[in-house]
């Protein structure tokens, strides 16, 4: 995000963005790495878009609907060789989530349509100006913000497993899960 990666690649694909998903094309990069991180990476790129002006609040949107996604390691490695004893299998699923997730950004391109365009968001003579690029002058900040923002994620993360983890295990223990099991598997 402190590179010029996101603006360079944000020219080159606003072409193929644009038209297909209705975000400009820094939103590339938060897709890509959201297929190659998987969780929360896509998401965290999209919202760091607004924080910064990149993006508008519609465009925010329609990124969260295809960039946060799993990644290769779990679907190929988790799922596919773990569960299924297959690494066919888990390159399926990931082609296949791969497919599912530029079809969900197909459709939601039309989310908010009608909305004023953002496209002054991308590129803007504010944003360039507030961004702080990698010197070796700001290394050290640089570094600070970024293991300061990945432990405050990762934290968060793992806050909300356990808030419910301990919801779930309360239902577990006073059997709310059973009693809805049985309500519901008649109606299945």
């Given at each position: 995000?402190?590179t010029?990666?996101?603006?360079f ?22 897709f ?17 878009f ?9 465009e ?33 699923l ?17 989310w ?17 100006q507030?961004k702080?690029?990698?010197t ?10 970024s ?9 968060l993360?793992?806050?909300?497993m356990?808030?419910f983890?301990s919801?779930?295990?309360?239902f ?10 049985l ?6």
């Open positions: 995000m402190h010029n990666v996101v603006t690649l944000g020219r080159f694909l606003n072409r193929y963005m644009k038209p297909i998903f209705n975000v400009s094309g820094e939103g590339a990069f938060a890509v790495m959201g297929m190659i991180s998987g969780y929360p990476v896509g998401a965290k790129i999209a919202s760091n607004r924080q910064n002006n990149i993006c508008s609040k519609e925010c949107e329609r990124l969260l609907a295809f960039t946060n996604n799993s990644g290769p390691l779990f679907i190929i490695g988790t799922v596919g060789i773990l569960m299924f004893k297959n690494t066919t299998i888990g390159i399926l990931f082609i296949t989530h791969i497919l599912a997730c530029l079809t969900v950004g197909f459709l939601f391109r039309y908010k349509r009608n909305k004023k365009s953002s496209s002054s968001f991308f590129g803007t003579s504010a944003f360039k507030d702080k690029t990698v070796f002058s700001n290394l050290g900040e640089i570094l600070a913000q293991i300061t923002s990945s432990i405050s994620t990762i934290l993360i793992g806050g909300f356990v808030i983890s919801i779930i295990s309360i577990k223990a006073s059997r709310v899960i059973t009693q809805l099991y309500v519901f598997s008649t109606y299945f």
